[in-house]
């Protein structure tokens, strides 16, 4: 009989701490990128892009490393309300991490103009150049931005809480990765 793991595997760990680091840093460079219209802003915008493509990529992955790996149960004793919350608000990080880089690709093809990555790399555009529809993806991609902000926060508050108040292991599934013994 197999018991359920107790921890992610360090695979899923280290794209989970990976990515949140990329993913906070995304959050701010692009804070950055509406506040200003500076040589800054340009500078901003080259860093953006790669960074997005690499979260698509990886998230992709991380979607299959979570569907190949089996999961560390939630706490028998959480309240069915919690245990609902936190599988809802995975999913809708998930989605966030997937639709946002593909929106702005969107976005930057409906501007016309190619989408570089650095100097020497273009993706292909993925819809047409199209002033109106840039108009609706920056508008999506901007509000969905300040969603995948307030989730990385609810997550965040929901991870201390384990850690700091409840004390049962959830936060400890994904920083140490090992049992205590």
């Known amino acids: 009989m197999s018991t359920q793991p107790t921890h992610f595997v360090l695979l899923a760990r280290l794209l989970h701490w990976l990515m949140a680091v990329m993913i906070i840093?995304?959050?701010?460079?692009?804070?950055?990128?509406?506040?200003s219209v500076s040589e800054r802003h340009e500078w901003l915008i080259h860093l953006h892009k790669p960074l997005g493509i690499a979260i698509l990529v990886l998230v992709i992955v991380r979607l299959l490393v979570r569907w190949s790996t089996r999961q560390p149960p939630l706490p028998a004793d959480l309240p069915d309300w919690q245990a609902l919350a936190a599988k809802a608000s995975h999913w809708l990080l998930y989605g966030l991490m997937l639709v946002l880089p593909l929106l702005g690709w969107a976005m930057?093809?409906?501007s016309g103009e190619p989408v570089m990555l650095g100097t020497a790399l273009q993706l292909p555009a993925i819809v047409p150049a199209d002033a109106q529809l840039f108009a609706l993806l920056r508008k999506a991609h901007g509000y969905l931005a300040y969603l995948l902000f307030l989730t990385v926060l609810v997550h965040l508050a929901a991870a201390l809480f384990h850690g700091w108040i409840r004390r049962d292991e959830v936060?400890?599934?994904?920083?140490?990765?090992?049992?205590?013994?």
Not at 27 to 33: D, E, K, Q, S, V
């Open 25 to 35: 840093a995304m959050l701010f460079i692009g804070a950055g990128m509406v506040t």
């Open 108 to 110: 930057i093809s409906a």
């Open 171 to 181: 936060l400890d599934s994904m920083l140490r990765g090992r049992d205590r013994g």
